[in-house]
């Protein structure tokens, strides 16, 4: 089987006195999701961040959501994490890098991505609201943190402006979904892990 031919899915499934999380990603889907994350403004950006970057994802997820959204977010974030580094297995023939800017009405995100192997965010955001309905928007900046540390990448997001904290928020995941897409994309020049030092 080539680079490009083999299957690179992963299932991660995490439980914890707070959360019980069972999550398939497939990198070269289709965009299709089913999503039970029990946190529906989360459950929303999912949707979108696999859409737009064309992957299949599964969440099941149970969390003390009764105390807030913070535990199920953060460790579904773990999950994601962990899922994008085992289907990449040894990353050989990846572009390795990806960005997108994508606007969403009057608001405009960027991500940028490395998958080094040097978890790293750097996070340049400010959100008008606290609140999106339920959900508590300082959880953004937990679930990019989470994600990067777990996929072990190095993340910058970006917002350049806005004023509905809805479509800012948005704009940021459809924007990883397609910065993720294209640093997983595998590049048929690409011989090997695209690093100098021979390893990621």
């Known amino acids: 089987m080539n680079d490009s031919e083999r ?24 965009g299709k999701t089913e999503l039970n994350t029990g946190v529906p403004f989360l459950s929303h950006m999912l949707d979108l961040f696999a859409k737009h970057g064309h ?13 807030d959204d913070h535990h199920t977010s953060e460790d579904i974030a773990i999950c994601l994490g962990q ?6 297995g040894d990353k050989k023939g990846i572009r390795r890098y ?29 959100l008008p609201a606290q609140r999106v309905g339920t959900f508590d928007t300082e959880l953004v900046h937990e679930f990019f943190w989470k994600l990067a540390l777990e996929a072990r990448c190095n993340l910058h997001v970006m917002l350049h402006y806005g004023m509905n904290t809805h479509h800012m928020v948005e704009a940021l995941f459809k924007a990883l979904g397609r910065a993720l897409d294209e640093a997983v994309e595998i590049d048929p020049r690409v011989k090997g892990v695209p690093s100098s030092k021979g390893v990621l």
């Open 55 to 67: 992957f299949d994802l599964t969440v099941a997820a149970r969390g003390d959501t009764d105390v």
């Open 83 to 88: 899922a994008i580094n085992r289907a990449l």
């Open 98 to 126: 990806g960005q997108a800017v994508i606007p969403m009405d009057e608001s405009l995100g960027q991500v940028v991505i490395d998958l080094s192997n040097r978890p790293h965010l750097e996070y340049r955001v400010q």
């Open 7 to 30: 299957q690179r899915v992963a299932t991660v499934s995490r439980k914890t006195g707070e959360t019980d999380i069972h999550l398939t990603l497939k990198l070269d889907g289709r």
